[in-house]
T-cell receptor, first 111, second 116 residues
């Protein structure tokens, strides 16, 4: 079945540093979604991408839909302590609404 | 976007018992989704709940273990039956955000279940 490979699994960074994480798949997706999950909460949508090559920003966050439709990345610039959490990518495939989530990237930011 | 109220937020249950999780949405939605998030893991879809029809379960999940109700367009329940410690997870309900196109999913805050 479809799978997403999300990397890195975890990141330990200093406040102010930039962060990059990505997801790849052997399958083509129509939509890429990036979520953040804080402890004790459900995932919250950060950015949605709808077409190949699309580059979208949300504040300090920037995400891109890969031109092959099989990958996406998320960048966070000038990280701050509240960026700590788990970031999930999700791909919504062709032929329906089924969505697959990556394993998550756990971000730790040291002040 | 939709606002989802999910309860209980957490519970500790004895093995062999059942727990029903409720999900209330502040707007009418066609489809509601139930996910499981095992400790340190990603989200796995359990089933899709449509109002007025049987829920559609993903591979590895069965109705006897995870019965779902969907009595109207704003409410759904998931029951975790005959629980064992392996059922200890976060359970999340979710809805699609749809307009002229698909905008993503909104999640409830989750139910953290511990089975002892």
């Amino acid at each position: 079945g479809q799978q997403l490979n999300q990397s890195p699994q975890s990141m330990f960074i200093q406040e102010g540093e930039d962060v990059s994480m990505n997801c790849t798949s052997s399958s083509i997706f129509n939509t890429w979604l990036w979520y953040k999950q804080d402890p004790g909460e459900g995932p919250v949508l950060l950015i949605a991408l709808y077409k190949a090559g699309e580059l979208t920003s949300n504040g300090r966050l920037t995400a891109q839909f890969g031109i092959t439709r099989k990958d996406s990345f998320l960048n966070i610039s000038a990280s701050i302590p509240s960026d700590v959490g788990i970031y999930f990518c999700a791909g919504r495939g062709t032929g329906g609404f089924k969505t697959i989530f990556g394993a998550g990237t756990r971000l730790f930011v040291k002040a | 976007s939709a606002v989802i109220s999910q309860k209980p937020s957490r519970d500790i249950c004895q093995r062999g018992t059942s727990l029903t999780i409720q999900c209330q949405v502040d707007s009418q939605v066609t489809m509601m989704f139930w996910y499981r998030q095992q400790p340190g893991q990603s989200l796995t879809l359990i089933a899709t709940a449509n109002q007025g029809s049987e829920a559609t379960y993903e591979s590895g999940f069965v109705i006897d273990k995870f019965p779902i109700s969907r009595p109207n367009l704003t409410f759904s329940t998931l029951t975790v039956s005959n629980m064992s410690p392996e059922d200890s997870s976060i359970y999340l309900c979710s809805v699609e955000e749809m307009g002229q196109t698909f905008y993503g999913y909104t999640f409830g805050s989750g139910t953290r279940l511990t089975v002892v």
